[in-house]
């Protein structure tokens, strides 16, 4: 038996050293790779844990570009200016195919139906939400969060993050999507906010690994693409023939050639909208109201612009926005400072960057959330201040250098303007409205998210009271 068992494992172990030696042989050049000694596994329960201090350990150790092995896969992660030029602009390296089997596990999307359809409805909702389009949202989007924000009464205490997600959700699906063919009734929407929330919070795991281990995920995921069902074929029996008329999702039906994964991609669109817009609205909150000099001048703005505040402004235009600045360059602090822990492509030739050469089929990933945080570009990088965005050229529609959470080149996200719109909107009409205080310390961030946002880590409950 202990014969038999020494010579499996010398097999095995002749097989992984075979292996590192060709691949060695092939790729010289390679970055250091940090593989653990676990055949296939690598170095996934260390990276899993805690992959955000993971990465920049790693960049400490062993330099600014390196390979992380793990679940199979080599994952090299490119930390300075050259790597990241490569990573936005490089013809060798594929959007697609490194998302793709994400998308397959979270929301059933074949390979082949994916690649087909991915770069007209990427083309269609880029014009859709691009800056000169955003006034067609502007009224609608102001009277939902209006109306939702009226729900909240004279005063209350409530945990933010819920409060955000109560808000922003209905009134982006109903913008978004139309609202006379989504579920409206109160226990509707908070049925369909409960799975919506559960599918949310598990994709990340759903989308690395087989959705049979996550049932409760899966049942969510079920009921969400049932409803969806119904509501894109209202959304297609209502759908009027003058393009300024139609929602979003109509565009979305119109473009899609293949109707029957339509439920498949409004639930794409729907998670795309919302998993980032509601915790960057929340933190945004949470740093103005916890520093009380930047609130107290957001406060002096918005009774400049509106008069006292307190009065029931029901509409704002892009105009009024404009005369805000200090409310967005909080918006894009906020989002610097939160920003997901990595993105990725898929090497598709091997491509060199500074003296490495990176093999095809390695994932390549950039941090925004590490590369945030470099002093080269952001002075005082942990500091929550959002005059650093006087130096942007906002009305240009450009961002600071090296401010990458919406990812870059051909493929950045489509929806950044009319996140950025949102939240704004939301902030003036919240503090335009109530006066808050936090009951908790500011929280921690998750540190656990790669393809999101960070979430908090501890409670954060607000009292709020109408303004006099
Ligand atoms: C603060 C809020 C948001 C953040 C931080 C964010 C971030 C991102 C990132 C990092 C990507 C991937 C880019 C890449 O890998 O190169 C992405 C893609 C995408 N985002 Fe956003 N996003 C936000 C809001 C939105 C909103 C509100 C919508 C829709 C209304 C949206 C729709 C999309 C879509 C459809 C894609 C996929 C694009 C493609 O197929 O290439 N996002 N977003």
């Not at 170095?43 to 390979?67: D, M, N, S």
């Not at 913008?175 to 009734?185: A, E, R």
């Not at 952001?378 to 961002?399: G, I, Q």
């Not at 902030?427 to 009951?439: D, T």
């Amino acid at each position: 038996m202990d014969a038999a068992l020494a010579v499996l494992l010398t097999a095995v172990l002749t097989l992984i050293i075979g292996k590192l030696v060709l691949f060695r042989l092939r790729c010289p050049n390679a970055p250091p790779c940090i593989s653990g000694w676990i055949p296939w596994f690598g170095v996934a329960f260390q990276f899993g844990k805690g992959p955000l201090e993971f990465i920049e350990q790693a960049r400490v150790k062993y330099g600014p570009v390196f390979t992380v092995f793990a679940l199979g896969h080599r994952y090299t992660f490119v930390t300075e200016e050259e790597g990241i030029e490569a990573f936005f602009m490089s013809k060798d390296v594929n959007f697609e195919q490194a998302v793709q089997q994400a998308v397959k596990h979270t929301v059933s999307i074949p390979a082949k139906v994916f690649y087909k359809n991915r770069y007209n409805l990427y083309v269609m909702l880029k014009g859709k939400m691009a800056p000169p389009n955003l006034h067609i949202f502007m009224k609608t989007l102001c009277k939902e969060l209006h109306e939702f924000v009226e729900q909240l009464g004279t005063e209350g205490t409530e945990e933010l993050h819920d409060l955000v997600r109560h808000i922003m959700y209905p009134a982006a699906v109903n913008t978004l999507f139309g609202k006379d063919i989504w579920p409206t009734s109160r226990s509707e929407i908070s049925e369909f906010e409960e799975h919506f929330q559960m599918f949310d919070e598990d994709f990340e795991y759903a989308s690395q690994m087989p959705v049979c281990f996550l049932r409760n995920w899966s049942k969510s995921r079920q009921w969400l693409l049932k409803t969806l069902e119904k509501v894109t074929s209202a959304a297609a029996r209502t759908n009027p023939s003058k393009s300024e008329s139609k929602t979003v999702l109509q565009h979305l039906l119109d473009t899609l050639p293949d109707k029957h994964f339509a439920p498949n991609y409004s639930l794409l669109l729907l998670w795309a909208s919302q998993a980032n817009a509601v915790p960057v609205a929340f933190w945004t909150l949470v740093f103005i109201i916890s520093h009380p000099d930047i609130y107290k001048k957001i406060m002096d703005d918005i009774v400049s612009v509106f008069g006292n505040a307190g009065n029931d402004k029901t509409e704002i235009s892009q105009d009024d926005l404009k005369k805000l600045p200090l409310i967005k360059w909080c918006v894009l602090e906020a989002i610097r400072l939160r920003s997901p822990g990595a993105i990725t492509k898929k090497v598709m030739n091997p491509i060199k960057i500074q003296n490495f050469t990176i093999p095809a089929g390695d994932m390549l990933m950039i941090s925004p959330y590490w590369l945030h945080r470099n002093p080269k570009y952001f002075p005082d990088p942990d500091m929550f201040k959002p005059d650093r965005w006087k130096a942007a050229n906002l009305e240009k529609n450009a961002f600071l250098d090296n401010f990458v959470p919406f990812g870059g080149g051909n493929h950045q996200c489509p929806g950044r303007w009319f996140a950025i719109m949102e939240i704004h909107l939301l902030v003036v009409l919240f503090l335009n409205k109530y006066e808050f205080i936090l009951l908790d310390t500011v929280p921690k961030e998750s540190h656990l998210h790669l393809v999101g946002t960070q979430q908090p880590t501890g409670p954060c409950r607000v009292q709020y009271k109408l303004r006099e």
